[in-house]
């Protein structure tokens, strides 16, 4: 599941389990704060102070794990992002190194907690259960790297015949011809995806190596060869999905959708949402490290 729908919109569904998890921790903490305060005898003034505290300390934790996964994985693909520094402001791109963010989260908490001991005990309960809600979370719902995807792989997606109408159908497996691939999901209609096209466009033509494979989501064919013809380079593979089934497989309601699939035909990533130009090159040159 990458998404949550909400009517005509839809929510990446990794930032919507964060702010679940944080929101769980920064109650735990304080209430833990103001208990054990109370415990020791403190007047209620004084225990609800602790809980402020508490409360704040998590906070300022979470803005140094942001900061810290986002600097990470900038520093990793900084090739990438230099020829488009202003990437690295675009949060959106999902370019974020878990590990470094956790890390830095929880030596802030411990240098913060360092000199008050009353705080000692809720920070660190309330940063243990956050983070192992969120990457149980994660676990559960989102998709697993490194998994096969058979049924994904061999999804019959209809091509374009000369004439603009349905041609023949083909897996993705087929499509990507024993290659990498990248694998958008989109639809004429949808901003974010036009904004993007010139991007993958651009980066197939880099990356001939790697089958960039566009899977439009329930337009009729006609609709699809128009819009086709008006980028600049075009698209190379683009494949129709009238009844927008490898959506519906990805649990990604909302476009644009991204995935990443090895030679094994093993998914690595999956992005909802627009990419920009840095986030897609690091993207594929990971794909081209497994």
Known sequence: MLSIPLG???????????VAAAWLAGLLA?????????????????SASHAEHAGRFLTQALAVSLLAARLAHVGLNASAYAALP??????????WMLPAGIAAGLVWIAVRARGDAALRMPLGAAASVGIGVYLLARALLLPTADSSLPALQELRL??????????ATVSLREAAAG??????????????????????AQAQERHPEVA?????????????????????PPLAQVLLDPERRLGAALG?????????????????EAHFGPLNAAALEAAVRRLGQR
């Not at 990498?180 to 904004?195: D, F, I, K, T």
């Open 158 to 167: 209809a091509a374009i015949d000369a004439g603009g109408g349905l041609g």
């Open 179 to 200: 290659r990498s691939a990248v694998v958008n999901l989109w639809a004429s209609w949808c901003g974010p995806c036009r904004a993007e096209m010139p991007t993958f």
């Open 86 to 95: 202003w990437a690295v402001l675009d949060l959106r791109d999902g370019g």
């Open 212 to 232: 960039f494979i566009f899977v439009n989501q329930g337009e009729p064919a006609a609709t699809v060869a128009r819009y086709r013809q008006t980028l600049q």
């Open 8 to 18: 005509p919109i839809a929510l990446p569904l990794a930032p919507v389990l964060l």
């Open 30 to 46: 304080r209430t833990l704060a103001q208990r054990l305060a109370l415990r020791r005898g403190e007047t209620l003034e004084a």
């Open 252 to 268: 990604s309601r909302g476009l644009p959708t991204t995935i990443f699939i090895d030679a094994d035909g093993r998914m690595l």
